[in-house]
């Protein structure tokens, strides 16, 4: 069983930048495409970005491209969200969540692919 950790989470300005990280406590960390969504009260959870598990791809939606980036640290077993240019609509819950692979495969913006999620982190942007 993959265990997924968020932090960083935390209220912002507009305009603000921040980092959320995932931890994961699966060993064989680069069998692990990661993603990242956020969700806000009443609706459906939004993928915002995944990496694949070498860190080679990714892809985002027009929502967030060019202000989030996903990267990762195999070696500690880390990927971070950095998130520019905030607004106030990017306030939410943000989960990372991940799936094995143990073939080649492609980047996706599924969510019923992703198999593992973490407990998610609260980003408040403020107007």
């Known amino acids: 069983q993959v265990q997924l950790v968020e932090s960083g989470g935390r209220s912002v300005p507009e305009g603000g930048s921040l980092r959320l990280s995932c931890v994961a406590s699966?060993?064989?960390?680069?069998?692990?495409?990661v993603g990242w969504f956020r969700q806000t009260p009443g609706k459906e959870r939004e993928f915002v970005g995944v990496i694949s598990d070498t860190g080679v791809s990714n892809i985002y939606p027009d929502s967030v491209k060019g202000r989030f980036t996903i990267s990762r640290d195999n070696a500690g077993n880390t990927v971070y969200l950095q998130m520019y240019s905030l607004k106030p609509e990017d306030t939410a819950v943000y989960y990372c969540?991940?799936?094995?692979?143990?073939?080649?495969?492609?980047?996706?913006?599924?969510?019923?692919?992703?198999?593992?999620w973490g407990q998610g982190a609260q980003v408040t942007v403020s107007s």
């Open positions: 699966e060993r064989i960390f680069n069998n692990l495409f």
């Open positions: 969540a991940a799936f094995k692979v143990e073939v080649p495969a492609m980047c996706t913006m599924n969510i019923y692919t992703y198999d593992y």
